[in-house]
């Protein structure tokens, strides 16, 4: 997966904006069937490799995730309005080979 965030959001490479990504993943580690295994923070993005059980689950996930880390990066920067450019970017990995480049890319 991947995040892009607006333009007139402020850059994400700060504690600040890292104590709130954890604070969202505790959220979505809490669902069952819903699951962020490595993720990456970037300046204007962050990447995700998450496993879900169906599609429903993987749609209902990502926009808890979505949702929460806005509404954190919201309150963080004192602003409002929307966080990311665009919906989600998902590529499903088909093969352990595809799981072994995106996991050594994203970390």
């Not at 959220?27 to 962050?46: C, E, M, P, W, Y």
């Amino acid at each position: 997966m991947t995040l892009r965030l607006d333009p007139s959001v402020p850059r994400l490479r700060n504690k600040l904006a890292w104590r709130a990504l954890q604070a969202t993943f505790q959220l979505a580690i809490s669902q069952g069937k819903f699951r962020i295994t490595d993720f990456s923070l970037q300046n204007g993005h962050v990447h995700l490799i998450v496993e879900a059980v169906c599609a429903l689950a993987l749609t209902r996930g990502m926009q808890g995730f979505c949702i929460s880390f806005a509404k954190r990066l919201n309150k963080l920067h004192g602003r409002r309005g929307s966080v990311f450019a665009e919906r989600y970017h998902a590529r499903e990995l088909r093969t352990p080979l595809e799981v072994k480049r995106c996991v050594s890319y994203v970390i």
